[in-house]
Structures are given as C-alpha cells and as structure tokens.
C-alpha cells in the first residue's frame, strides 16, 4: 500500500514535506511501497553488497539482555473494561474501512486476561527482558484527572511476576493509545498534551517506579505522529501537514517535559525513547545522492533526537517556518532531555538518490526536498513485503553512536511478518523468521564488536497480534496464536531464540 500524500500535494509546503516523508518509511505499519521500489533503478555501488564473516558461533556480551516487545493495544483487548477509557485506537478501529477486514483490538490476544500465560512464554523462552507498553486511557480514563486504580493495579501485577521471574520490566509509556478526550480536545497538534502526557508519566512513575527501572517515553514518534496526523492510516486519521508539523513539536516537548516528571519522582531511572530507524544508503557515490541520503537520514531518524540530545532540530528542518510548528521562545530547552540511552527499531534499508532534471522539472515539490526512494529490492521480502538486509541493523547502529558519543543503545525491536501456520504434526516451521533474526544478530553483534554499546535484543513480538491498519494479516510472533481459541503456540523461531538467550551466542546455522 504506497502511501499517499493527496489532501495537501497542493501547498508548496506540504508538498516539499510530502517529498520529504516518502512512502514505505516505517516500521510503524506493515505498508509496503511499490510506488517507491519503482520510483528509481540507479546502480547500487559496492556498499550495498553484504559481506561479513558469520561462519563461526558468535558471542554476545555478559549481562547482555534478551528480550521480546509487545505494545498494549496489539495484544491487551479488553478496550472497555474495569473502568479504561476510549483510546483513539478504539474508535479508529471501530470505525468502518480503516482495518483490513475490519479487526480491531477489542480482543487482540485477549492479554488483559491471559498475561501470566503470556509472561509464561517469556520465561519458556528464556529471555531476561519483556518490552510491554501502558495504555495511558487504562490509567487516566480521560487523559487528565481521575486515575483508575484497576489500571495501575493491572500493570503492578504483571511488573511483580516478571521481577519474581528474574525479567527485567522494559515500560513504553506511549505506544500509540492517546485517550479519545485528548484528542477531542486537539490531541498531539495541542500543546497543552504535552502538559497532560507529563501528568500520566508522573503518575505511572509513582505507582510503578518503586519497581521499574527502565522505561521508554514514546515509541517511534516520528511513526505515530507521520501516519497519523499526515498520511492518515493510523489513528486519529487526519491528514493534515499542520496537523502533523504541530503533532511532531508537541511530541518533542511531552518528550522533554515526561523525561523531567519521571527524574523527578525517580531519580535513578533509566529513560530513553524507542525510535524508528532505518539506514538510508545513497543509491551511487554522486555527491547528489549522497546528500539525499543524508537529508533524508535527518530528517526520519533524527527529528525526535536531536531535539532531546541536543536541544534542537536537524538542519535539514530548517527550511520549515517556525509558525508552522509554532515554535515559542524557551522550547529548544523544554525539548531537551539528555536520554539515558537510545532504542532502536531497525527493520530495514532505504535507498535514496536525488531526483533527475526531469523529476525537478515535473514535480516542483522536488526544488525543496530533493530526496527520491530508489530501487531497494535486494534481499528478500518479508511476507508484508519488507526487504530482509541485515547490513541495515549493523549500519544504523554504528552510525547513531558515532553520531551521538557511543550512547547506551537498547534494540527495542526487530523483527518480520511470516505468515507461517501449524503443520500437520501443529508445528510451526518458520524458519525465515529464523533466518532474520539470525542474520540481524549477526549484523548487530559485528556492530558490538566495532565498539557499539549495545545492551539488548528485543524481537518483535512475542506473539502474533494486532498489526495495526493491517489487522490480523500479518504475523510477527514467536508465539503461533489461534485468534479464534487464544491457544498459543511457540514456533520453532521461538524455540530457536530461546536458546539463543540460554547460550548468549548466536551460531552460524
Ligand atoms: O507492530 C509494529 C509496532 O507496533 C511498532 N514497530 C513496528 C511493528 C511492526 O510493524
């Protein structure tokens, strides 16, 4: 499904913006990109050929932390229960045409219910770390005020049982779940949101951070707020390039302020953010290719970085009006928040070249952000058509830490859609999902071994669950669920991680 860019291609602004976010960029959705594989077929130079030695059994670091990632609304269902309130995710999905074949998360994985199963799959599969998120509507109904008690007493329980099971508790606080109300009242475009998300973290803080240590405020802001607010699959589903601009600086605010309220209550935590990522390689070695790639880099990877680290936005915003986003004086400072480390969801490469003479001729768009996606299909495809390129994890990660002083780094997510259901005998035989997981490891370790300070793995997902816009259709987990039974099943990926984790090392074959 390429991605559109129909309500504002008439701006000038909107469409330099258009050009500048392509089609296919997330990790966020399972969106594949045909119009951008077509939209260019330069040569790929030698850097694109993946060559790296993984004959021999590789070793990851002591305390190195194995983990799985799961979000809230994917996997929790019970949208409606023990007092949580409407999220926009809700009244998205319950709005007709906006989900392959109308699903929904009002049962998910049914993990409202079924969560000491769940956290039970982690420890069959031996992994010290679970990546789970909190639906800020199960704690604030509302999204300001009232607290509701049988949400916090929800996640307390299940933060008790991973910490009785020697599993660090990795907490999103922000996995896309905005309450309704916030939206109602402007949602992320309304500054004022930024106020209410440090009110909730302030709130989760108290309750859970006796006992949580590490936590991400958001995951993948530059996904969440660029399709919802521009492209308009996701939730809220508006598609408006002031919508979006304005969505990006309340984000990077609520980043700054939350990051505050949270230091404030817990002082030792450890916070970071789970950003989108992808290695953008220049198609060929033309100096307009390679500034291509690179602004395109700033601009997907850097947008919510460079606020917190640095306490500014990437040059290659700076052609944007400051009114668009409704930058005020004293913001640079609120956006700032010296991050404790770094996470990373690396699924893939993009290719960029700059557009031809002829390209900047018929698409004026392409004067203000002269990026193009290239041909990147290489590798193999994911079954939501994602190209496979292990070389994506080892480059995105080496470059963010020499770009950003060798940080702490957390892998908060990796992973791909197989399709792949039980065999006669009820095994499940995904051994592409193998593979990827093999080959990025390998990648990731080559980076570590570069001087990277990667601390974990987290493969997305645990389990099979709710993949957004594209409802029950596509299958990340390591765990098979029957969505009509809820029975899980763990694949042979799952069998095959979990002894990854045992051994700390990853083998060739
Ligand atoms: O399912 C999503 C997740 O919520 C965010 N990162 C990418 C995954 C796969 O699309």
Not at 55 to 68: L, V, Y
Not at 217 to 234: D, I, K, Q, R
């Amino acid at each position: 499904m390429p991605l559109t860019r129909r309500q504002f291609a008439q701006s000038t602004l909107a469409a330099g913006i258009a050009a500048a976010l392509p089609a296919g960029l997330f990790s966020a959705c399972s969106v594949s990109s045909n119009a951008a594989r077509t939209a260019g077929s330069a040569p790929l130079s030698s850097s694109h050929v993946q060559q790296f030695d993984t004959s021999s059994e590789i070793a990851f670091p002591r305390n190195f932390f194995w983990g799985a990632a799961t979000a809230a609304y994917q996997i929790e269902g019970a949208w409606n229960e023990d007092g949580t309130g409407e999220s926009i995710w809700d009244r998205f999905a319950h709005t007709p045409g906006k989900i392959k074949n109308g699903g929904n998360g009002d049962v998910a994985c049914d993990s409202y219910h079924r969560w000491r199963e769940d956290i039970a799959l982690v420890r069959a599969m031996n992994l010290n770390s679970y990546r789970f998120s909190i639906s800020w509507p199960r704690i604030q109904p509302s999204g300001s005020g009232a607290i509701n008690s049988k949400g916090i007493d929800y996640y307390s329980r299940i933060v008790d049982a991973l910490l009785e099971a020697r599993i660090r508790p990795f907490v999103t606080l922000y996995h896309w779940d905005l309450p309704q109300t916030l939206e109602e009242a402007g949602g992320w475009p309304s500054r004022d949101t930024a106020a209410r998300y440090a009110d909730y973290v302030d709130i989760v803080a108290r309750a859970l951070g006796d006992r949580v240590s590490d936590w991400m405020l958001f995951n993948e802001p530059f996904a969440f707020t660029y399709v919802g607010y521009l492209e308009g699959s996701h939730a809220p589903g508006r598609t408006s390039i002031i919508d979006f601009l304005r969505a990006t600086h309340t984000v990077n605010l609520a980043q700054g302020a939350g990051f505050r309220a949270l230091k404030a209550t817990r002082p030792s935590a450890r916070v970071g953010t789970a950003f989108s990522m992808q290695s953008w390689e220049s198609a060929t070695d033309s100096e307009p290719d390679r500034l291509a790639a690179e602004r395109a880099h700033a601009i997907t990877n850097l947008w919510f970085l460079d606020p917190a680290m640095k306490g500014r936005y990437p040059d290659a915003l700076s052609f944007l009006p400051e009114t668009a986003m409704r930058l005020r004086s004293g913001d640079l400072e609120k956006m700032r928040a010296p991050l404790d480390f770094i996470g990373i969801n690396p699924y893939r490469r993009t290719i960029a070249r700059a557009p031809s003479m002829i390209e900047r001729i018929s698409q004026t768009q392409k004067w203000l952000f002269p990026v193009v996606m290239a041909d990147s299909s290489q590798g193999p495809k994911t079954s939501n058509g994602w190209e496979v390129w292990p070389q994506a994890m080892h480059d995105i990660v080496m470059r963010i830490s020499r770009e950003f002083n060798h940080p702490p780094i957390e892998i908060t997510e990796s992973g791909c859609a197989y399709n792949d259901g039980p065999g006669p005998n009820g095994i499940i035989n995904d051994t592409d999902r193998i593979e990827y997981h093999r080959r990025y490891l390998q990648a990731l370790a080559r980076a570590i071994a570069e001087g990277a300070d990667v601390r974990s793995y987290h493969a997305w997902t645990l389990l099979d669950n709710f993949e957004w816009a594209e409802g029950y259709t596509q299958r990340f987990g390591l765990t098979y669920v029957d969505f009509k039974t809820q029975q899980r099943t763990i694949k042979e990926s799952g069998r095959w991680y979990a002894k990854v984790a045992a051994e700390n090392r990853v083998s060739p074959s």
